[in-house]
C-alpha cells in the first residue's frame, strides 16, 4: 500500500455506500506506476454530490496523479471507475469539458492581461458569449479592478485568485468545482464551491 492509499482509509470507508446517483466519483482499483515505482495502488472510492473531498500525505505519496486520474488527464495502469457519469478510461475528454483543474504552477497566460485570459478560456470551452462569461466570473472571485492588469505582474495571492477563475470555467452549465492540485485557504469556500464537488489535494 502506498502512501496514497494509506493516508485516505477514513475517507474511503466514509465514501463506500452503495453507488447512487448522489455519487459523482466512483472508482475501484486504480493503479499508476511511473517506471517501477508504484505511486497509486488498489485504490477505491466513492464521492459524493455536495462534499468537499481532500486528499492528504506527503510529497510523492500519490495525490496529484489520483487526481489526474480522475479529471482524464492520465490513464491508469489499472481498475476503473467514472467521474460525473463518465467513464474515465474511455471518456476523458467528456470529462475534461466539466471538471476544473487547477495546477501547482501558475496557469495563465503571464503576457495577457486577467480579463484577456478569462475570455480566452472562455472561447476555448466554447461558451456563446466569451465577455459577458469573463466579465460575471471577475465580479464572481473579486478581481474587480484587477482585470486589466497583465497576469505576469499579480502577486501570489491575486495569481492564484485568477487561476481559480479559470479553472471554473466549463463547456456547460458547471457540474464541478474545480479539482485542485493546492488548497487556497484564503478563497471563501461559499464563493468556489457552488456546485456539486470539489475535490482536492495537497501537494
Known amino acids: 500500500m502506498t502512501a496514497a492509499t494509506a493516508?485516505?482509509?477514513?475517507a474511503v470507508a466514509a465514501h463506500a455506500?452503495?453507488?447512487?446517483?448522489?455519487?459523482?466519483?466512483?472508482?475501484?482499483?486504480?493503479?499508476?506506476s511511473f517506471g517501477d515505482r508504484t505511486v497509486v495502488r488498489d485504490l477505491s472510492m466513492?464521492?459524493?454530490?455536495?462534499?468537499?473531498?481532500?486528499?492528504?500525505?506527503?510529497?510523492?505519496?500519490?495525490?496529484?496523479?489520483?487526481?489526474?486520474?480522475?479529471?482524464?488527464?492520465?490513464?491508469?495502469?489499472r481498475g476503473s471507475g467514472t467521474c460525473?457519469?463518465?467513464?474515465i478510461r474511455t471518456e476523458a475528454a467528456k470529462i475534461k469539458?466539466?471538471?476544473g483543474y487547477m495546477t501547482q504552477r501558475f496557469s495563465l497566460y503571464e503576457d495577457l492581461s486577467v480579463r484577456e485570459n478569462l475570455e480566452f478560456i472562455a472561447r476555448v470551452y466554447g461558451l456563446p458569449r466569451p465577455k459577458a462569461a469573463a466579465k460575471a466570473?471577475?465580479?464572481?472571485?473579486?478581481l474587480q479592478g484587477r482585470e486589466e492588469q497583465v497576469a505576469g505582474?499579480?502577486?501570489?495571492?491575486?495569481?492564484?485568485?485568477?487561476?481559480?477563475?479559470g479553472a471554473r470555467f466549463t463547456s456547460s452549465p458547471p457540474k464541478a468545482s474545480p479539482c485542485w492540485c493546492r488548497?487556497?485557504?484564503w478563497t471563501r469556500p461559499s464563493a468556489v464551491t457552488r456546485s456539486p464537488i470539489s475535490p482536492s489535494a495537497k501537494c
Open 153 to 165: 505582474k499579480l502577486s501570489g495571492g491575486w495569481k492564484q485568485r485568477g487561476a481559480i477563475s
Open 17 to 32: 455506500a452503495p453507488l447512487t446517483h448522489d455519487v459523482v466519483i466512483d472508482v475501484h482499483g486504480l493503479t499508476k
Open 84 to 87: 460525473l457519469g463518465f467513464d
Open 7 to 10: 493516508a485516505m482509509p477514513a
Open 137 to 142: 466570473m471577475i465580479e464572481r472571485l473579486g
Open 46 to 77: 466513492q464521492v459524493k454530490r455536495g462534499s468537499i473531498f481532500g486528499f492528504l500525505g506527503p510529497n510523492g505519496s500519490g495525490k496529484t496523479t489520483t487526481i489526474r486520474m480522475l479529471c482524464g488527464l492520465l490513464t491508469p495502469d
Open 183 to 185: 488548497p487556497t485557504t
Open 97 to 99: 469539458t466539466r471538471v
